[in-house]
């Protein structure tokens, strides 16, 4: 399975482009925050590689994903950011089988940056099938800290897939 590190990848450009590496001084705003709380429709074709003994099967999942997203910019000049996105009532049908699967976890992201930044990432992705076998767990912990020179400090990639 691919990892997707784009929500990464995006945070960190975020940082070099919204915080002004000029190493003039700044006068900073009085600390604002944003909060945002959505619910998105989604239908989304996944692989599941447990079903049919292992010979795996496409499900196309629809259903809603709660997105909470919480924003400080706060009044030196760093900003912070938090995640969390949640499946709500997705399932689906496996094409070949039949089998229903409900989509369960929970994704959240921790950002914060100024000069240098960091970055914790947790996944937890499951799809629960019917039988014994057919449930597909997904999890990566990602952290990445970064000086204000753009030296990686600390990473770690923790990502595992399982069956059961």
Do not use: W
Request: net charge negative.
């Amino acid at each position: 399975m691919k990892k997707n590190t784009i929500p990464i990848i995006f945070l960190l450009g975020l940082s070099l482009l919204g915080l002004g590496f000029t190493g003039a001084p700044i006068a900073y705003a009085k600390a604002t925050t944003v909060t945002t709380n959505l619910k998105i429709p989604i239908a989304l074709p996944v692989f599941i590689p447990c079903a049919l003994d292992g010979v795996g099967e496409e499900v196309k999942l629809t259903g809603n994903l709660h997105v909470l997203m919480h924003i400080t910019f706060d009044d030196n000049g760093g900003i912070h950011a938090k995640t969390h996105f949640q499946p709500q009532g997705i399932s689906g049908i496996g094409e070949d089988s039949g089998d229903k699967y409900q989509g369960t976890g929970v994704t959240q992201t921790q950002f914060n940056g100024k000069v240098g930044v960091e970055v914790t990432f947790v996944n937890n992705f499951r799809m629960i099938g019917q039988g014994k076998g057919n449930n597909f767990l997904v999890h990566e912990t990602f952290h990445i800290t970064v000086n204000a020179n753009g030296d990686a400090t600390a990473s770690v990639d923790n990502f595992t897939t399982d069956c059961k």
